[in-house]
């Protein structure tokens, strides 16, 4: 009489050999963690940049503010150091906005650059695992299938 083949057993040992790539899982994490690092030093950067424009402009106004606390002569000199005032913090103000556009705009540039480059580099990383896993399947298939064609015998 013909034997059955135990197709149980070649399933078994075709999943024990189904790989499973330990280092893939190591790499995607240093990958990640890499990104997160390079994007908290643009975050970081930029907090810098703006906590220096911030104070610069505050120790402007200050001084600037200071020139109309100053005691005047004449009642129009207090007028003249208000108006003074509001049109030095009018110009402060466009000159500070800008500079906090272009620190903003650089963060978003450098951010749209890291993400182009992780999503290249998993693209690249997701192909080479895939061949791999798809090589190591196809080889624990034809071996699993040569089993099961040699219990049959």
Do not use: H, R
């Not at 059955?4 to 330990?22: C, E, G, L, R, Y």
């Not at 503010?65 to 913090?89: I, M, N, R, V």
Request: charge should be neutral.
């Amino acid at each position: 009489m013909t034997k059955t083949p135990d197709f149980a057993k070649a399933m078994q040992d075709m999943m024990a050999a189904f790989p499973v790539d330990a280092a893939a899982f190591q790499n995607a994490f240093k990958t990640q963690a890499a990104m997160g690092e390079k994007l908290s030093k643009v975050a970081l950067e930029a907090a810098e940049k703006s906590t220096e424009i911030s104070s610069k402009w505050a120790k402007d106004t200050i001084a600037k503010l200071g020139e109309t606390a100053k005691a005047k002569t004449d009642a129009s000199e207090y007028t003249k150091s208000l108006t003074d005032f509001a049109s030095a913090a009018a110009e402060m103000a466009a000159e500070n906005m800008a500079a906090f556009a272009e620190i903003a705009k650089k963060v978003q540039m450098e951010t749209v650059e890291l993400m182009l480059a992780a999503g290249k580099d998993a693209s690249e990383e997701a192909q080479a695992v895939v061949k791999k896993a798809a090589a190591e399947v196809t080889s624990v298939a034809k071996k699993a299938a040569a089993t099961a064609a040699t219990a049959a015998k």
